[in-house]
């Protein structure tokens, strides 16, 4: 009994040590990104049309800010010259809940320092 506490104090200790961004729900991202065909323009390391999430993620360096683009609370800093492709979409994301939002979010840091090819 006494062991069992042992590695169950264990166990919470490991869970609450591990960093946000571990924590973080990338996977409900990922089928948001492709339900909402995000997919048609982005891949996760090459640029198609739109850029690669990689530079999306490395020019915007903190979940908060990109949350705050989502949110229209901020302008396009990637390519803001080609900003008006996104701009339907950006509705779209406005629309969203705050947790899918979120989770959109976290997909895009999940490639956060991903390499270049
Ligand atoms: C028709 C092609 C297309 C689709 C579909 C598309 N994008 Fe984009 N996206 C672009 C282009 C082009 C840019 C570069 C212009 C810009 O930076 O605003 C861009 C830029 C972005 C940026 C960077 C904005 C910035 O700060 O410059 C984010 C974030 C983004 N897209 C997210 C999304 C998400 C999420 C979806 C799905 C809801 C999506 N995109 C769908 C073409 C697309």
């Not at 960093?19 to 996760?44: D, I, N």
């Not at 850029?51 to 901020?74: D, H, M, N, Q």
Request: overall charge positive.
């Amino acid at each position: 009994m006494k062991y069992l506490f042992i590695v169950l104090a264990a166990l919470s200790l490991f869970f609450f040590s591990l960093p946000l961004s571990v924590m973080a729900q990338p996977a409900a991202g990922e089928k948001l990104f492709q339900k909402l065909r995000c997919t048609k323009c982005h891949h996760p390391d090459k640029k198609i049309n739109g850029p690669a999430l990689k530079t999306i993620v490395r020019a915007y360096g903190t979940p908060e800010k990109l949350l705050g683009y989502f949110k229209g609370e901020s302008d396009p800093i990637v390519e803001p010259g080609r900003a008006k492709t996104m701009k339907i979409r950006r509705k779209k994301i406005k629309k969203l809940q705050e947790d899918e939002r979120q989770s959109l979010v976290d997909y895009f840091f999940s490639f956060q320092g991903a390499k270049d090819e």
